[in-house]
């Protein structure tokens, strides 16, 4: 009766000590699934100029590093890349680089696109709105 009450309570330390892993581990696993979900949408499909589909791998993952929904990097890429989000008065066309910079981990394309122009209509510099709405967007 005893090695069965000793069997069950290892069982249950085992178990235990599983559960408690996977909290620790799984947002961990999370971030790095949605970053590698991001690569794939953007690798190949995305052009990051003109006709050019394909990235250097450091600089998709400049891009997506830190989303929490993939697909999120490359709409706020392709939105500002299409020729509609002014950096400054009456420019509207964009290094790749900055669009990387601006997009960066973006979980919601959208609102970071507005973030920006708002910015930069309000007369800020481009490179500060930049900081501002990488701050604000993913807090």
Not at 87 to 100: L, S, T
């Amino acid at each position: 009766m005893k090695s069965n009450y000793i069997s069950v309570k290892r069982s249950f330390s085992v178990l235990s000590i599983a559960i408690l892993a996977t909290l620790f581990i799984t947002p961990a696993a999370s971030a790095s699934d949605n970053e590698a979900q991001c690569f794939n949408d953007v690798q190949g499909k995305i052009p990051w100029s003109e006709d050019k589909l394909n990235w250097e791998p450091e600089n998709v993952k400049q891009l997506c590093k830190g989303t929490t929904k993939p697909s999120e990097p490359g709409k706020c890429f392709l939105s500002v890349k299409s020729d509609k989000v002014e950096w400054a008065k009456g420019n509207k066309d964009w290094e790749w680089k900055n669009v990387i910079n601006l997009c960066s981990g973006t979980s919601d394309a959208k609102a970071r696109v507005d973030c920006f122009t708002k910015g930069v209509s309000a007369g800020s510099d481009w490179r500060n709105v930049i900081l501002t709405c990488q701050r604000t967007d993913n807090s």
